[in-house]
Every structure is written in structure tokens, then in C-alpha cells.
């Protein structure tokens, strides 16, 4: 085994076992629900650095895991929202965010990586675009103003 991959796949083991360690010490729906959305944040930015990198066959592992803190905080945010609406909505407000900004720019990179490296920044968009939508109801009509980033996702 390269020794350079070696290291990447342990790092990234690290990386993981750092983040779940993150969510053991959190006591609360909310809690949780940020640290998802955080790591929502780095695994786009982590695509973003891949697909520039040229390292594209690592690119579906952080796709796959994207979409679990993606479906993870679209669960906590919704449950949370059934009990105290008050303090799901800035979640659920940060999530959409989240998911807007940086999936602009992998929809951007996709035009010049691979056709398969293509298919998973596709799987991403479509991930996004279903997490902005779960939390809809929940920021109500005035949260849910499209932005241009969002009409991007939607209308393409």
C-alpha cells in the first residue's frame, strides 16, 4: 500500500473518530443537530479540496457521508421542531445555508472532474436540494425566500 494513502486513510479515520467523539459529549437534540451541520460544512469543503486536488476516488466517500450528517440533521432538526419550534428554526435556517453555499460551488467544479467524479456531485446537489426542502415548513414562508444558489439547485 502507498504510504501517502496510508496516511489519508488514517486521517481520515481520525477525522471520523474525532467528530463522533464530538456527538457523545453533546446532550441535546440541538446539539447534535449543529455538530451535523458543521460536519455537513466540511465534507462539501473536503469535496471541494478533493475534486481541485485531483483525487477523485475519494470523492464518494465523503459523498456518503455528506448525505448521512445530511439526513442525521434534517431528522434532529424536524424532531426538534415537533417540541420547540423556537429553537429549530435558526437550525434549520443555518442547515439551509449550509447546504446553499458550498453546493454552488461543487456544482461549479463538476463541470471539469470526470463523468463519475460528475455523478457524485450530482448525488450531493440532489442530497442538498432535498435537505432545503425537509426544513422548509419549518422556517415557514418568509425563511424560504429562493436565493439565487437555491433557483440553481432547482431550476438547472
Do not use: W
Request: hydrophobic share 45%; net charge neutral; proline share 4%.
Amino acid at each position: 500500500e502507498d504510504p501517502e494513502e496510508a496516511a489519508v486513510d488514517f486521517g481520515r479515520i481520525l477525522k471520523t473518530a474525532y467528530e463522533e467523539a464530538g456527538f457523545l459529549l453533546t446532550f441535546s437534540r440541538a446539539g447534535d443537530a449543529r455538530l451535523h451541520i458543521q460536519s455537513i460544512r466540511q465534507r462539501l469543503l473536503e469535496m471541494q479540496a478533493l475534486m481541485v486536488e485531483g483525487r477523485y476516488e475519494e470523492v464518494p466517500a465523503v459523498a456518503a457521508n455528506f448525505e448521512f450528517h445530511v439526513t442525521q440533521a434534517v431528522i434532529l432538526v424536524e424532531g426538534l421542531n415537533k417540541r420547540d419550534p423556537e429553537q429549530a428554526r435558526p437550525l434549520a435556517r443555518e442547515l439551509k445555508t449550509s447546504l446553499e453555499k458550498q453546493a454552488g460551488l461543487i456544482r461549479l467544479l463538476a463541470r471539469f472532474v470526470p463523468a463519475s467524479t460528475r455523478a457524485q456531485c450530482e448525488r450531493v446537489r440532489s442530497i442538498s436540494v432535498s435537505g432545503v426542502f425537509a426544513v422548509q415548513d419549518i422556517l415557514g414562508p418568509n425563511g424560504m425566500r429562493p436565493t439565487l444558489l437555491a433557483y440553481n439547485f432547482v431550476m438547472r
